[in-house]
């Protein structure tokens, strides 16, 4: 887990309420924007937010043969300016492969010029129910409801062992997470990664769930492991831990997992 936290981090700049406090006391309460890392001998990231060149120095990436971008939204690919160096230095100039919704491939095209100008990465627009292949990780894109942004979440494969990951949802695209038909590539996962912005007692905003919504779409799903991410300052961290046990995980930066 590279980063585990929402677009405003923690602690959130200027901001004292207990949990911001408290990440700014100990370093290990700090979340950065959201990223996973999923390597053996291929290296593929799940999202590339604004903290992304911290994370692959604090965790000595130097190669990366593909990223799935969830939305285009800020957080989630400001980072994919580090494929400039990553690629000229770490990989010989071999290409990384960007994948994501088409509307994530015009805004990269544009913001990103540079690496397609100088075949640094390619951009490829991915549908949702048409899986792909990348580097040895079968990857299938499926929709989901943020805001009224086009945003994925990603089931992931390789050697028999799944993930899904769900960076930012508000709802199904049949309706709430605790009532609407499941998609398929939801079902089953060995871990399951999940958007906790919120708290249901506390203040919840619009665009993404509670740990407590999330806790029960992982259940709801069959997840052998449900692990919540995507934090903000919102959510009771006390209760959560109370919570949280072999099945259900609270996410943390340099958090590590094993298939
Ligand atoms: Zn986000
Ligand atoms: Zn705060
Ligand atoms: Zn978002």
């Given at each position: 887990m590279l980063g585990s936290g929402g677009a405003y981090r923690l602690p959130q700049l200027g901001c004292h309420c207990p949990n911001c406090e408290a990440a700014r006391a100990d370093p290990r309460q700090r979340r950065g924007t959201m990223s996973l890392w999923l390597h053996d001998e291929a290296s593929i990231l799940l999202d590339a937010g604004p903290d992304l060149y911290h994370q692959l120095l604090r965790e000595g990436v130097e190669r990366i043969d593909g990223i799935f971008v969830t939305h285009q939204h800020r957080d989630h690919i400001v980072g994919l300016e580090c494929l400039e160096t990553i690629v000229r230095h770490g990989q010989q100039g071999r290409p990384v492969q960007v994948f994501g919704p088409a509307s994530l491939v015009e805004r990269a095209q544009v913001e990103f010029d540079y690496l397609l100008r100088h075949s640094l990465a390619t951009f490829t627009a991915l549908e949702p129910g048409v899986p792909c292949e990348c580097a040895g990780y079968w990857v299938m894109p499926f929709a989901v409801v943020h805001h009224a942004i086009t945003t994925y979440g990603y089931r992931v494969e390789r050697g028999g062992r799944s993930l899904v990951y769900l960076?930012?949802?508000?709802?199904l695209p049949g309706g709430p997470p605790a009532t609407a038909p499941l998609p398929?590539?939801?079902?089953?996962?060995d871990l399951f990664f999940i958007d906790s912005s919120f708290d249901a007692n506390g203040w919840v905003g619009p665009g993404h769930i509670t740990w407590q919504e999330a806790a029960a779409l992982g259940a709801r799903c069959g997840a052998k492991r449900t692990v919540l991410i995507h934090f903000s300052h919102r959510v009771g961290f006390a209760a959560l831990r109370r919570a949280t046990g072999e099945h259900l995980v609270e996410g943390y930066d340099g958090q590590r997992f094993s298939l």
């Open positions: 960076s930012d949802m508000k709802e398929q590539a939801m079902v089953g996962a």
